[in-house]
């Protein structure tokens, strides 16, 4: 088995270094990450500048990109061969609720996703890297457990492609009870801008926190992995709002031929 490794910290983060010795062991891996922080770049690609790929001596290649084009340019030719699994992380604080629209550590994922492989997303719940021993142990244990249910390459059918996100809290071995399956929970609005003045008088602005929760009920992520559990939540990629398609057609029709 094949598994490509990507994340949005960037390749010299503890996290995806972690990730690559604990996967290592279970398939060939390989690590296509980008060479800066690239949180809350979601899925964005890079189309008007050019891509360069450099490898580290520890054999981790980076890109001055984002994660969906690490990922991108590794499945269309970079790897020269498909990868079993995509596998992003693990992210340097939680991408829980809202934060997965945002998140450059499931866009990783999601490009992988996108183009027909299974892919996993994860994170931590709390930034700063406390317990990331026992965070890259919960993933392993996933990851070779689901290693065991895809196909091999010979196999004639390809795998129905799935995209899972998880949320590891940061704590003790012991003190994680396991995994739990949970839908995305919801955050309130972010925080308020933060404007200071630059050293030339002009006024500079720095996006504010994520909001805190404002769905973490029974069944959330947010629910799940404050209870101890690492949170499983799989997602689909399709932003239809099929229970109003209905609702919005008279509008559609009442806006007539186009005829003056
Ligand atoms: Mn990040």
């Known amino acids: 088995m094949k598994i490509l490794i990507s994340n949005d910290d960037g390749y ?25 922080n690239n949180s809350a770049k979601s899925n964005a690609l890079t189309l008007h500048s050019p891509l360069y790929v450099h490898r580290a001596p520890n054999g981790f290649r980076y890109v001055n990109g984002t994660p969906a084009d690490c990922v991108h340019i590794a499945l269309t030719g970079l790897l020269g061969y498909r ?15 809202d934060d997965t629209i945002y998140s450059g550590t499931v866009g990783a994922a999601m490009e992988g996703y996108l183009f ?12 700063g890297w406390a317990h990331l021993d026992v ?47 949970a839908r995305l929970g919801r955050r309130h609005a972010a925080e308020q801008v933060i404007a200071q003045t630059n050293p030339r008088g002009e006024t500079m602005y720095w996006i504010g926190s994520a909001g805190p929760a404002k769905d973490d009920a029974e069944g959330t992520d947010f629910h799940a992995t404050a209870q101890g559990f690492a949170s499983i939540t799989p997602l689909q990629v399709d932003l239809t709002d099929h229970e109003r398609l209905a609702y919005w057609a008279p509008t559609a029709a009442a806006m007539g031929s186009g005829a003056p």
């Open 12 to 36: 010299q983060a503890p996290g995806i270094v972690a990730l690559y010795e604990a996967l290592k062991g279970l398939a060939d891996v390989e690590v296509v990450a980008p060479e800066h």
């Open 116 to 127: 027909g492989i299974p892919a996993i997303a994860f994170s931590q719940t709390e930034r």
């Open 135 to 181: 965070a890259a142990q919960k993933a392993a244990e996933l990851v070779r457990h689901l290693l065991a249910t895809l196909p091999d390459a010979h196999a004639a059918r390809q795998p129905v492609p799935w995209l899972l996100n998880v949320n590891i809290p940061c704590r003790p071995a012991g003190d994680i009870k396991g995994f739990k399956v």
């Open 83 to 97: 990868p079993d699994l995509v596998v992003s992380g693990i992210n340097n604080g939680a991408n829980m609720g």
